[in-house]
């Protein structure tokens, strides 16, 4: 399967605790998308790279979370001394786009469930 | 960011047309008209994209207003596995980055 890939697919954790979650893009995507989603309601934009420059974060990105993609590959999205708001979904997405225009298809991950105790 | 409204279900029956309507009357000129779905305990899956032109795909049609406030994605025939939550989301043609999903609309197909 070539597709992106996230890992884990489910963290509990205690609040308090540093959690750390993995994308791995479709090899070729030089744009890697990190959402958050809650139950019943759609995915907010956390942040987004082009190769491995972060262009554009969310206002929802506190300082407890932080993102990185240091060789335009595979991403991470930290989250610090996590609390219970922050049990959510988690998708990563990625594609290809070789300007600074939009490219239209977005493919998406299956996502990290986090659960914060 | 521009917004959409949704209604937040719809039903439809086992091979019958499904049309799902979304209303984005701030729409600027370098939106498009995007359209993703949600199957159960899976990630988004991009369906379709428009600007101003109706367009075909293998999965589905997209239906554009001409004053582009409102557009309407169509099932032909709805099947089992159509049913999902449908995101219409707009996105600025000059930006590559953010995208801003509403709750959507949870289609339940009935046998």
């Known amino acids: 399967d070539t597709g992106v890939s996230q890992d884990p697919r489910h963290k509990i954790t205690k609040r308090g605790q540093n959690v750390t979650f993995r994308c791995d893009p479709i090899s070729e995507h030089n744009r890697l998308y990190w959402y958050r989603q809650t139950l019943g309601q759609g995915p907010e934009f956390l942040t987004y790279f082009q190769n491995e420059a972060q262009l554009e974060k969310s206002r929802l990105l506190s300082d407890r979370f932080s993102a990185e993609r240091p060789k335009g590959s595979f991403s991470t999205l930290e989250i610090q001394r996590t609390e219970q708001g922050d049990s959510a979904m988690y998708l990563c997405?990625?594609?290809?786009?070789?300007?600074?225009?939009?490219?239209?298809?977005?493919?998406f991950g299956p996502g990290t469930r986090l659960t914060v105790l | 960011d521009a917004k959409t409204t949704q209604p937040n279900s719809m039903e439809s029956n086992e091979e019958e047309p499904v049309h799902l309507p979304c209303n984005h009357s701030t729409i600027s000129g370098t939106d498009y008209i995007h359209w993703y779905r949600q199957l159960p305990s899976q990630g988004p899956e991009y369906v379709i994209h428009?600007?101003?032109s109706n367009v075909n795909n293998r999965m589905a049609s997209l239906a554009i207003a001409e004053d582009r406030k409102s557009s309407t994605l169509i099932l032909h025939r709805a099947t089992l596995r159509d049913a999902a939550v449908y995101y219409c989301?707009?996105?600025?043609?000059?930006?590559?980055?953010?995208?801003?999903f509403g709750d959507g609309t949870t289609l339940t197909v009935k046998p």
């Open positions: 997405a990625s594609s290809l786009g070789r300007t600074s225009r939009l490219v239209h298809e977005q493919f």
């Open positions: 428009g600007l101003t």
């Open positions: 989301i707009l996105r600025d043609g000059n930006n590559a980055g953010k995208s801003t």
